[in-house]
Structures are given as C-alpha cells and as structure tokens.
C-alpha cells in the first residue's frame, strides 16, 4: 500500500476537525426510508396483520430501478485516455492509511463516475479513486470522505438480487443485531466475477447455505470451490416450521461450525422470499427482534418484485401465532422463539452461542429448561 500523501493527511485531519461539514449518506435509498417510517407508524397502529403497506415503496416509477440495493456515495473525476488505462481501482475505508479496505472495480475502464456501495452505517469512511496505467505508474483521481448512516443494509452484488445483512436491527435482548456475519439472498447461480469479489472480498461471505429442492444434486458453490456450501432443501412458513424442524437444527449447526471458523455465512432459496424468509424468522426471532420488525424485515424483500408480486406481512401472521403458543402466556416474544428451537431439539448451548455471537458477549440470555418448553406441539 502506498503511503498516502502530506497533502491528503493535512486534508483529511482538516475535515475530521470540521465533521460537521462532512457530507452525510443514508444507504437506505429512498423507498426504504420512507417504507420503514410508514410501517412503523401503521404496523403499530394495526397490530391484527390486515393492513400492509409495502405496494406504496416498491415502485420503480416513483422510486427508481433497483430498489434492493443499498444507496451510496456517487464519486467523479476526470479520466485519462481509456488506451492508456489498465485498470480502475477505489478504495473506501474508516482509517486514513486505508488499511482494512473495500476496493471497487467500474464496469468499464472508460468510467468516469462511480457510486460506492455496500458500507457499514454510522461511520466515516475515507475513499480515493486510481487509475493503475498500461506505463506502471498509478494516478490519484479524486479523494474525499463521508459519512455514513441508516440502518436496513442492502447490499449491491453483481449478478445477485435481494442482498441484505441481517445487522441493524433492534432487540429485547438490547443490543442490536451486529453487521456483516449473517446474510440472506436471491440465489447465487449467476453471480459475476465482480459480484464474487463483492461478497466474499469485501464482506468475508465465504459460505452458502442452499436452501432449494432445485438444487439438491449441487455439490460447490457458484462462488468457488474453495467455498463452504451446502444443499439442504426447504419448506417455508407454518408447514415448515411445525414439521421440519430438523430442517434448522441442520441450519443451526452449520451457520454456527461456520461462524465459528470466522467466515461470513449467506443463506437463500430461488429468489430470498419463502424459504429464505421462513429460516430467517426464526433466526431473527431467537436474536429477539420485534413483531414489528420481523415484519418489516419480511417485507423488504418485495422490493425486488412489481407491486402486484408482494410478500405482505399478513403472511407471516400464523407463524407468529404459532411460535407464541411455544411458550407461556408470561414469555415475551423471544423467549417464544427460544422455546420454539428447544422444543425442536435445538442445543441450549447452540442457541446461546448464535445469541452472543450476533448480539455481544455480555447479553443476559433467560434461564430456560428443557422441561418448560410446551409440549403440546407436533413438529
């Protein structure tokens, strides 16, 4: 890495002095913000699942084309003539020696704008723009920083649709989910060569869990061979989750073997809707989000879809009522879902190591027995 110059350091502590004056990106795009301020107002307003808001934000005429990726800071500079460039390469981190980087490649050597997406919120990030020359030399083209903020974390994957962290959200534990170890996608058949250096490069998305019927008899990863993957085919919603529990048990144990490994896991089914929807209910409900998210979370992935294919929240309804019958009338809405996974024959341990490794070390998990788990219900 080559050190950067006095010029841009002197900038740089400048504009860190003065952050007031830094420019602010919400990488929620638009039909995000406004989905999630109109949700939480109507959803708390309509508690009974007969009311869904989501056919007012997936419009592509109001909105815009490509409303499941995450908004980002559009950078520019002139460009040298395009014979004489290699190649394009821009660099976004939150240390001034762009140590721990994101690198971003344009489409095309003839780029002279390009948005960086894919950034952690509530951060300031420093970016610089290099052409890499057929000559050996390199040139700086532009330079900057922003600040980043948000919280729903789409994610711009070349050749995938429907990316999205599960990080950012509220609990009752406390805390909030935490970034970048857990993801949920479209598949990834016709994931590009840059969309692979997207995932796996930038945000250590190393592992894919396979959640389709389809595609049983694959065995390696469109992302490469050297990747985790695995094919365990799904149901999705009430079926699923009464009777195909060991379904997630299996899930459990390999999202945890990898977590534990320090890799960054990917689920999905065809398109990030159903199945992918159903396990991620349930993982979200153990890290103790609330209806009102669950909802919300659910939701978002209609963006990917006209307004007359939605995945409203009434669908999810039954599952609720469901996982809330796991537990005691006195149980809270995690505690629920902590029974629910204990009555399908999930480890306690299993369940606590998810808990702390998404929400932190110090989250106070209830003393829940095996014995206390109702009974009642065939799964």
């Not at 959803?43 to 934000?57: E, P």
């Not at 995945?311 to 879902?337: E, H, N, Q, V, W």
Request: aromatic share 10%; charged share 25%; net charge neutral.
């Amino acid at each position: 890495m080559r050190k950067i110059s006095l010029l841009l350091v002197l900038f740089i502590a400048f504009q860190v002095v003065a952050q007031d004056n830094i420019e602010v990106i919400n990488i929620e795009n638009r039909a995000v913000q406004d989905y999630m301020a109109d949700a939480e107002k109507t959803y708390t307003a309509n508690s009974d699942y007969q009311v869904s808001v989501i056919t007012k934000y997936n419009n592509t005429v109001k909105y815009g084309k490509k409303l499941y990726w995450p908004q980002g800071k559009l950078v520019k500079w002139t460009p040298s003539p395009s014979t004489t460039i290699e190649k394009i390469i821009i660099t976004a981190s939150e240390n001034p020696d762009y140590s721990d980087a994101y690198t971003f490649n344009p489409d095309n050597k003839t780029a002279s704008s390009y948005e960086i997406r894919n950034l952690l919120p509530n951060r300031i990030y420093y970016y610089k723009v290099e052409e890499f020359l057929t000559d050996g030399s390199v040139e700086e083209k532009a330079h900057g920083l922003f600040r980043t903020k948000g919280q729903v974390r789409m994610i711009q994957v070349r050749g995938c649709s429907n990316v999205r962290d599960l990080g950012g959200w509220e609990t009752q534990y406390g805390p909030r989910v935490r970034y970048g170890i857990m993801f949920r996608s479209g598949n990834l058949d016709h994931i590009t060569s840059k969309g692979i250096h997207d995932f796996c490069e930038n945000l250590n998305v190393r592992a894919e869990l396979d959640l389709r019927k389809e595609a049983a008899s694959r065995t390696k990863s469109p992302m490469g061979a050297d990747k985790e993957y695995l094919c365990i085919p799904h149901g999705g919603y009430l079926g699923a989750i009464k009777k195909r529990g060991s379904n997630y048990l299996q899930d459990l144990k390999w999202i945890n073997e990898r977590l534990e490994d320090g890799v960054s896991v990917d689920w999905h089914c065809a398109i990030g809707c159903d199945r992918c929807g159903t396990l991620t209910f349930l993982i979200e409900g153990l890290l103790g989000l609330s209806e009102l998210d669950l909802c919300r979370d659910y939701e978002l992935s209609t963006f990917i879809f006209s307004k007359k294919n939605k995945r409203a929240r009434g669908s999810i309804a039954s599952m609720i009522s469901y996982i809330k019958k796991c537990g005691s009338p006195d149980d809270d809405l995690k505690t629920c879902f902590y029974k629910y996974w204990l009555s399908i024959g999930a480890k306690k341990k299993d369940l606590d190591y998810l808990i702390h490794t998404m929400l932190g070390d110090d989250v106070v998990i209830p003393t829940i027995e095996i014995e206390d788990v109702t009974t009642t219900h065939t799964h």
